[in-house]
C-alpha cells in the first residue's frame, strides 16, 4: 500500500515525547578492568541518575551502584572522570556530596571526607596503595574562583581518607596517570584564559622516596598547541595526541624521545569539556586503537609499534572513550539506525571491525521507514564551505504533498567548540518522524574538521557562526529541501546564543527556541564558572579589561528590539554554566516589546537537562510551539502554552 499524504509536520508519529526521553540512556566513562567491562550510564526516567554497571568474564551484567546512590563529578561543573575501574576494585564520585566511595560487599564506602572539595578523574597508584586525582576546593571562606590541583588519597590503613597534595600552582588540571611500574606522573596542565583544546601541556614528574613528585619536565603542548588523553602502555611508553600542526597527531614518548605515530588529515583531538574523555586506547601488544574524524566522518584507525597503520571498517558513525578489552576495544558508538550505546569492536585476524552491542542506550521501536538516516552536507556558502548532517523528514506512512516542502528545523550545537551528535538520536526523530526536516549544523569553530576550521570562530563568535546556520538554512532552501517560510532554529547554551543572534541579526527565521543560552556577555563573564571565565577573550578577540564594546554588540539582549520572531526559552534553575537570569532578562524585555514569548524554568536543572519528565515537557512545548507558529494542526492533543503577546501572532 502507498504512504497517505498528510502535511509535513503533522503526521502522527510512533516516537511520542516520553518515548524519546526515556529510551535515551546516556554512557559517560568506560573502563576494563581485566576481562571485566565496566562503564557509567545516565537514567533519565530515574531524574537523571547515573549509575555504573559492569560486565563480567560470565556474560552476566551487574549494576553496581545500589539506588538512589548516583555518581557524577561537578569539577569544572561538567564533570566527568566519575569512576576508577582497577585490581577489582570500583571507586567513584558521589553526586550527593562529592567525595570518592569505593564499592564493597557491604555498598558503598566512604574513602575521603572533604566538604569543601570535589575529585574526579581518578588513577590508581600501585607502589603507595592509594589514588591520584583531581581535586576543586570551593571554599565559603574564599568567594573567588575555586582552587585546582592533584592530590594523593590514602586508601587502607590508619591514614586512610588522608589527602595530600602533589601538584598546585596551575589554573586546571586533567588526566593525571601513574606509570604502571609507580615511578613516574604525568598529567595535562593550563592557565586561564587559555581552554585545554588550546593549550594543555603535558607534563611528567618523578616520584620520590616519601610519595611526593621531583624532576618536572614538560613532554609536549603548551602555549599555541595542546596535548591531550596521556595512556600508558604496558612497557611504561605513554601514548599520547598532540595538535602542533594543522591535525592532531598521536604520539609515543618512551621516557627520551617524542615519536609521531600518525599523519595527516584526521582529528584524533577531543574538546576536554568532560574530563576522561578519550579518543583511542592501547592494546596488550602495543597497539593503539584510535578513533578520529576526517572531514567529520568518522575513522578507526590501528596503528602498530612499527608505524603501519590499518584503516578499520566499522558500521558506526561515532566512537569514543575506548579501552582495551577481549580481542580488540570498547567504547560508546552508534550508527545511523542504531542509539548510542556501550560497543565492542573485534581487532582479531579476520574478525576485524566486527562490532557488538554490549549494553543498548534504547530501543524507540522504529520500523526501518521511519528512520531519518542522516546525510552528511558541505553547503558552498559566500564565506567558505560550512558542514551539516542533514535529517529529511520520514515515515512508513506518511509522506507529504507534492507541493509542498517541509518546514526546517535549524540545529546549532553547544560549546561552541563541540560538533552535531552523530549516531541516531530519539529527539531528532522526533521531528523527522513528525514531518520536520532537521538540519543539524557544524559551523565554523566546529570540532572534526582540523585545526584552521575550529579556529576560524576565534574573534567572530556571534557573526561567523550566525553567519554559517543562516548560509546553511539558505542552501537548503535553494536546493528545494525547506520551505524558506517555515525555517526556525534551536540551540543549546552557547547554540541558544547563535539562536538569538540570528534572530537579532537576521530575518530568516520564523521562530526560535533557546535552551539555557547565553544573551548577554557581560554578565555572563561577570557570573559564570571558572573553567569557562576566559573563554569569552578568544572566542570574541578581546583582552580583559577591553570587552565592553565588542560584548554589546555581540550581546543578544542589547538588540532584542530587532527581534520580532516569536522565542521559547527553556532555563535550568540550577544552572551555573549559564544562569537563570540569562534567559529571564532576554525573554522580558522581548514580552515588553510585544514579541509573542514562551519562557519555562525547571527546578533541580542545571546545564543540560537530565530528566526525563523534563525532556518530556520540553519537547512538548517546543512542538506546541512551532506548530502555533507555523499554522500547523498536530494530529494528538498537546500542552497548551501561555504565550505573552500571542494576539501578535497571524
Known sequence: MGKRKAPYGAWPSPVSAAVAAAQALRFGLVQSDGERLCWSEQRPAEDGRTTIMSLGPDGRMTERLPPPVSTRSRVHEYGGGEFLATGGNLFFVNDADQDIYRISGDGPARVTDAPEVRFADMTFDPVRNRLVCVAERHSPDSPGLPQNFLVAVVLDGPEAGTITHLVEGRDFYASPRVSPDGRTLVWLEWDLPGMPWECAALMSATFDAAGGLADRCPIAGGAGNAAFQPTWSSNADLVFVWEDGPWSSLYRWDGYK???????????????????????????????????????????????????????????????????????????????????????????PGRTGETQTVRTGGDIGLAQGDISVAEHLTLATGNGPVHALYYPPASARYEGPADERPPVIVSAHGGPTGMADRGLKPKIQYWTSRGFGYLDVDYRGSTGYGRAYREALNGRWGIADVEDVVAAAGELVAQDLADGKRLVISGGSAGGFTVLSALAFHDIFAAGASYYGVADLERLLAHTHKFESGYLYALTGTRPGATHRVFRERSPVHHAGRIDRPVIFFQGLEDRVVPPEQSRRMAETLRQRGVPVVYLEFPGEAHGFRRAETVITALEAEYAFYSRVLGITPPEPGPVLEIANEEALP
Open 258 to 348: 617524542v615519536q609521531r605515530l600518525t599523519d595527516g588529515e584526521a582529528e584524533f583531538m577531543r574538546p576536554l569539556w568532560g574530563l576522561g574523555t578519550g579518543s583511542f586506547a592501547v592494546l596488550p601488544d602495543g597497539r593503539v586503537a584510535t578513533a578520529g574524524f576526517s572531514e567529520g566522518r568518522l575513522r578507526l584507525l590501528v596503528v602498530d609499534r612499527d608505524g603501519g597503520i590499518e584503516d578499520v571498517p566499522v558500521p558506526l558513525v561515532s566512537l569514543g572513550n575506548l579501552c582495551p578489552w577481549r580481542d580488540g576495544v570498547a567504547g560508546i558508538g552508534a550508527s545511523d539506525t542504531t542509539l548510542p550505546g556501550v560497543v565492542h569492536v573485534s581487532l582479531a
